[in-house]
């Protein structure tokens, strides 16, 4: 380090140098929980920052606010831990960003340094535990790295393709003094993410388009990551290509659009997996091949040529070889084949178009009608009650509810649908919901849930109430390990092995008031709308408890395995008219 | 398949575990792993033998190359490299077997590095390869205790060919 300007530093605590160093980084909001070995950091809080924090009542419900503070935002989420059991209780978040690509700081206590190693009262080698579920994590020495190791996590967090981090700092250096003087850059002679997508690379990409008859861009996540959605509208528009968005992309290209073409993978719909699987180009924008999306992956999309645009150059032929492969920024790569797609041949999709159109139209999304409360129905009437509106931002748990949530909700923005893709994370709803608004206070968010998720995270309520983060929380209530009974239902003859919760206990509307929100529970289609109204129109944290048909199946699926075009789809028992 | 890689990585905590779960994740094992110091202070080269496909192999160096501590990730051919090791072997020597102990060590450039009343430490340094020859030798005389360094290597000054360096996509 070169000796700078006394003028320039400042002689402060470890402690008062993480929160100088947020705030230099530009960040608002932290979530957290404290403990004895962040009991310094905690104490700096409480003498004074410009930091917003925010108390969670789990880490783990800290760790998914700081996710949905990210997605919902587009700048990293930050969460504060204890030592111990406070950082291992973030390791789920920490896991569910690093599948989903969602920046996120996580800043934990340590141990005094001199206990490290000793097995000392709540200490943890997290760096350790979570090393395969990280970009980087640093183990701070020294005071004086402090703020150089902030600056470096931020700087690994957001860029190339965005990730976790973790940074822990041992209690005895929180309270060590150093001169503080907050970097401007980096110094990583390993971290280097590419900068541009090379310029042949986007032309052969712009030719192949150009002269594909059944082109189909297949859009991820990493288009929001890239902040590049107005790009990609310029692509498709250009093009006049068919759009088809996984779960982590919904929202990514406006769901009204004519050129939008559902969603892709083991619950999407027919028309949705019959684009992908009988396309002749493939242009995955920002998308890695999960094998939600492909099903068997021998069998999939098997007349098409790949384009893949990534950030990641470690995504390339991970799971399905690339013709041409653009490595680099998707918004750059976007925005130079728009403007190279404007000058080639006009498209020649409109058939394609046609056919898309017409499949849309031959294989719509089916449920049954009459017996109790659909769970689609909810979903339907929240996408009815709240259409033309732009203020909503949805985030769901994971089961046969977001599925739901996915086929029948509308988003024509993006970072309005937030959910957990990858991993998979029961409970997210809640937290990232408050996550949300805490990024976004002039929305209205909205969780749907499922009853198994809610119950894995919904003391964070308390959180929602006290810190004056109003959402509204739909739980869509069938009294099961939905998507467990389903597989149970569809895969095991029908032996349902432990997933019954009872769609009774708890009564979630009482416990909604036990803490201090507003509940409703409805059991009727004829009570619905007016529920669901009144909660989104209160403004204050509601939970709507929707008791729906405990058997009703999420239709179609694809088998785990299976081809994509192996669906299972509704049938129509007879005597009973299809919605 | 067997390839030998050379990851040049920052001289920092966690680095090598970093590199090395690469692997363990996917249950493949690290035949033999070197470590050591190079012509930077603050850089440190990894040598590492490990058997698997091409195809994940070519997986596991573009993942490696995300790391934030990983500078370089190179595929060392064998018939474009130098590559060497160190063994050290204690061999039970009475007497009337050190005659034809010292007489192998002397076909295989080895040197004694000890002698005691009933064995002998031997000390090699040559190609992997040769190890093994002189190891599956000494055998019959009865190894009481055996440690080898791992290969470390590096690419040949006459064949160098910078465009051989695997693309990172």
Redesign the interface.
């Given at each position: 380090m070169n000796p700078v300007p006394a003028a320039q530093t400042r002689r402060i605590s470890g402690a008062d140098a993480v929160l100088r160093s947020l705030e230099a980084e530009g960040v608002e909001v932290v979530f957290g929980l404290p403990g004895g070995a962040i009991l310094p950091i905690y104490d700096a809080l409480a003498r004074g920052t410009t930091l917003r924090h925010v108390l969670a009542r789990h880490e783990q419900g800290a760790g998914h606010m700081a996710e949905g503070y990210a997605r919902a935002s587009g700048r990293p989420g930050v969460a504060f831990a204890t030592s111990g059991p406070g950082a291992t209780n973030l390791v789920t978040p920490i896991a569910d960003a690093w599948m989903d690509s969602t920046p996120l700081v996580c800043v934990t206590g340590q141990v005094r340094s001199h206990l490290i190693g000793t097995d000392a009262f709540q200490e943890c080698d997290i760096?350790?535990v979570t090393?395969?579920i990280v970009?980087?994590?640093w183990?701070v020495q020294e005071a004086e790295e402090i703020p150089h190791v902030l600056k470096a996590a931020f700087h690994?967090a957001r860029t190339?393709?965005c990730g976790p981090v973790l940074v822990d700092i041992p209690r005895d250096l929180q309270e060590a003094e150093l001169d503080f003087r907050y970097p401007e850059q980096v110094d990583?002679?390993?971290?280097r993410p590419p900068t541009r997508g090379h310029p042949r690379q986007i032309a052969e990409a712009a030719r192949r388009i150009a002269a594909a008859e059944r082109p189909v861009l297949y859009v991820g996540g990493g288009t929001l990551n890239a902040d590049a959605c107005a790009e990609l509208l310029e692509v498709a528009e250009a093009g006049r290509l068919p759009v088809v968005t996984t779960l982590m992309a919904k929202g990514a290209f406006p769901e009204t659009h004519e050129l939008h073409f559902g969603w892709p993978g083991m619950h999407g719909p027919k028309w949705s997996n019959l684009a992908m699987n009988t396309c002749d180009l493939l242009v995955a924008v920002g998308a890695r091949f999960d094998d939600r999306v492909t099903g068997k992956l021998a069998a999939f999309a098997p007349g098409a040529a790949v384009v893949h645009l990534d950030i990641?150059?470690?995504e390339?032929s991970?799971l399905r070889r690339a013709d041409v492969?653009v490595?680099g920024p998707l918004k750059q790569i976007l925005g130079e084949l728009a403007g190279l797609l404007k000058t080639l041949t006009p498209p020649r999709t409109e058939p394609w178009l046609r056919q898309l159109e017409a499949w849309r139209e031959e294989f719509p999304l089916r449920y049954g009608n009459g017996g109790e409360l659909k769970p689609q129905r909810v979903l339907e009437t929240l996408r009815d009650l709240t259409s033309g509106r732009d203020d909503v931002i949805w985030t769901t748990g994971v089961g046969q509810h977001q599925m739901w949530a996915m086929q029948y909700l509308r988003c024509d923005r993006p970072r309005t649908f937030i959910t957990s893709g990858g991993l998979g994370t029961m409970g997210y709803g809640v937290p990232a919901a408050i996550g949300a608004k805490a990024a976004r206070p002039d929305a209205t968010v909205v969780c749907v849930d499922g009853d198994g998720c809610f119950q894995m995270t919904s003391q964070e309520l308390a959180t929602a109430v006290l810190e004056d983060l109003p959402i509204v929380t739909v739980v869509v209530n069938n009294g099961y390990l939905g998507m467990v009974q389903q597989w149970q239902s569809m895969f095991f003859d029908e032996r349902h092995s432990h997933v019954s919760l009872t769609r009774a206990v708890p009564d979630y509307a009482l416990l909604a008031r036990a803490y201090g929100a507003e509940g409703f529970t409805v059991s009727a289609e004829h009570e619905l709308a007016d529920a669901l109204s009144e909660a989104l129109a209160c403004g204050r944290t509601a939970v709507v408890d929707a008791r729906v048909d405990p058997m009703e199946q999420c239709f179609p699926m694809i088998p785990a395995g299976a081809a994509a075009l192996e669906m299972v789809e509704y049938e129509e028992p007879a005597g009973v008219s299809a919605a | 398949m067997t390839h030998t890689l050379s990851v040049l990585?920052?001289n920092k905590?966690?680095a090598l575990?970093?590199v090395c779960?690469l692997f363990a994740?996917r249950g493949f094992n690290i035949e033999s792993l070197a470590v050591g110091p190079t012509e930077r202070p603050d850089v440190s080269c990894i040598t590492l033998r490990v058997n698997c496909e091409q195809q994940p192999l070519e997986?596991i160096e573009?993942?490696m190359?995300?790391?934030?501590?990983?500078?370089r990730v190179r595929e060392l051919p064998p018939d474009e490299s130098v590559e060497r090791e160190l063994g050290l072997i204690t061999v039970a020597a009475p007497p009337p077997r050190r005659a034809e102990l010292l007489a192998l060590t002397e076909v295989f450039n080895a040197r004694v590095a000890d002698v005691g009343p009933e064995t002998i430490v031997f000390e090699i340094v040559g190609e992997p390869e040769e190890i093994d020859s002189f190891e599956e030798l000494l055998r019959p005389h009865g190894i009481r205790e055996l440690a080898r360094t791992g290969r470390i290597g590096l690419r040949r000054a006459s064949t160098r060919r910078p465009q051989l360096q695997r693309a990172?996509?």
């Amino acid at each position: 380090m070169n000796p700078v300007p006394a003028a320039q530093t400042r002689r402060i605590s470890g402690a008062d140098a993480v929160l100088r160093s947020l705030e230099a980084e530009g960040v608002e909001v932290v979530f957290g929980l404290p403990g004895g070995a962040i009991l310094p950091i905690y104490d700096a809080l409480a003498r004074g920052t410009t930091l917003r924090h925010v108390l969670a009542r789990h880490e783990q419900g800290a760790g998914h606010m700081a996710e949905g503070y990210a997605r919902a935002s587009g700048r990293p989420g930050v969460a504060f831990a204890t030592s111990g059991p406070g950082a291992t209780n973030l390791v789920t978040p920490i896991a569910d960003a690093w599948m989903d690509s969602t920046p996120l700081v996580c800043v934990t206590g340590q141990v005094r340094s001199h206990l490290i190693g000793t097995d000392a009262f709540q200490e943890c080698d997290i760096t350790g535990v979570t090393t395969p579920i990280v970009k980087h994590s640093w183990l701070v020495q020294e005071a004086e790295e402090i703020p150089h190791v902030l600056k470096a996590a931020f700087h690994v967090a957001r860029t190339g393709r965005c990730g976790p981090v973790l940074v822990d700092i041992p209690r005895d250096l929180q309270e060590a003094e150093l001169d503080f003087r907050y970097p401007e850059q980096v110094d990583l002679p390993g971290w280097r993410p590419p900068t541009r997508g090379h310029p042949r690379q986007i032309a052969e990409a712009a030719r192949r388009i150009a002269a594909a008859e059944r082109p189909v861009l297949y859009v991820g996540g990493g288009t929001l990551n890239a902040d590049a959605c107005a790009e990609l509208l310029e692509v498709a528009e250009a093009g006049r290509l068919p759009v088809v968005t996984t779960l982590m992309a919904k929202g990514a290209f406006p769901e009204t659009h004519e050129l939008h073409f559902g969603w892709p993978g083991m619950h999407g719909p027919k028309w949705s997996n019959l684009a992908m699987n009988t396309c002749d180009l493939l242009v995955a924008v920002g998308a890695r091949f999960d094998d939600r999306v492909t099903g068997k992956l021998a069998a999939f999309a098997p007349g098409a040529a790949v384009v893949h645009l990534d950030i990641d150059a470690a995504e390339i032929s991970k799971l399905r070889r690339a013709d041409v492969p653009v490595v680099g920024p998707l918004k750059q790569i976007l925005g130079e084949l728009a403007g190279l797609l404007k000058t080639l041949t006009p498209p020649r999709t409109e058939p394609w178009l046609r056919q898309l159109e017409a499949w849309r139209e031959e294989f719509p999304l089916r449920y049954g009608n009459g017996g109790e409360l659909k769970p689609q129905r909810v979903l339907e009437t929240l996408r009815d009650l709240t259409s033309g509106r732009d203020d909503v931002i949805w985030t769901t748990g994971v089961g046969q509810h977001q599925m739901w949530a996915m086929q029948y909700l509308r988003c024509d923005r993006p970072r309005t649908f937030i959910t957990s893709g990858g991993l998979g994370t029961m409970g997210y709803g809640v937290p990232a919901a408050i996550g949300a608004k805490a990024a976004r206070p002039d929305a209205t968010v909205v969780c749907v849930d499922g009853d198994g998720c809610f119950q894995m995270t919904s003391q964070e309520l308390a959180t929602a109430v006290l810190e004056d983060l109003p959402i509204v929380t739909v739980v869509v209530n069938n009294g099961y390990l939905g998507m467990v009974q389903q597989w149970q239902s569809m895969f095991f003859d029908e032996r349902h092995s432990h997933v019954s919760l009872t769609r009774a206990v708890p009564d979630y509307a009482l416990l909604a008031r036990a803490y201090g929100a507003e509940g409703f529970t409805v059991s009727a289609e004829h009570e619905l709308a007016d529920a669901l109204s009144e909660a989104l129109a209160c403004g204050r944290t509601a939970v709507v408890d929707a008791r729906v048909d405990p058997m009703e199946q999420c239709f179609p699926m694809i088998p785990a395995g299976a081809a994509a075009l192996e669906m299972v789809e509704y049938e129509e028992p007879a005597g009973v008219s299809a919605a | 398949m067997t390839h030998t890689l050379s990851v040049l990585v920052e001289n920092k905590p966690g680095a090598l575990v970093r590199v090395c779960q690469l692997f363990a994740r996917r249950g493949f094992n690290i035949e033999s792993l070197a470590v050591g110091p190079t012509e930077r202070p603050d850089v440190s080269c990894i040598t590492l033998r490990v058997n698997c496909e091409q195809q994940p192999l070519e997986q596991i160096e573009k993942q490696m190359h995300k790391l934030v501590n990983v500078l370089r990730v190179r595929e060392l051919p064998p018939d474009e490299s130098v590559e060497r090791e160190l063994g050290l072997i204690t061999v039970a020597a009475p007497p009337p077997r050190r005659a034809e102990l010292l007489a192998l060590t002397e076909v295989f450039n080895a040197r004694v590095a000890d002698v005691g009343p009933e064995t002998i430490v031997f000390e090699i340094v040559g190609e992997p390869e040769e190890i093994d020859s002189f190891e599956e030798l000494l055998r019959p005389h009865g190894i009481r205790e055996l440690a080898r360094t791992g290969r470390i290597g590096l690419r040949r000054a006459s064949t160098r060919r910078p465009q051989l360096q695997r693309a990172l996509t």
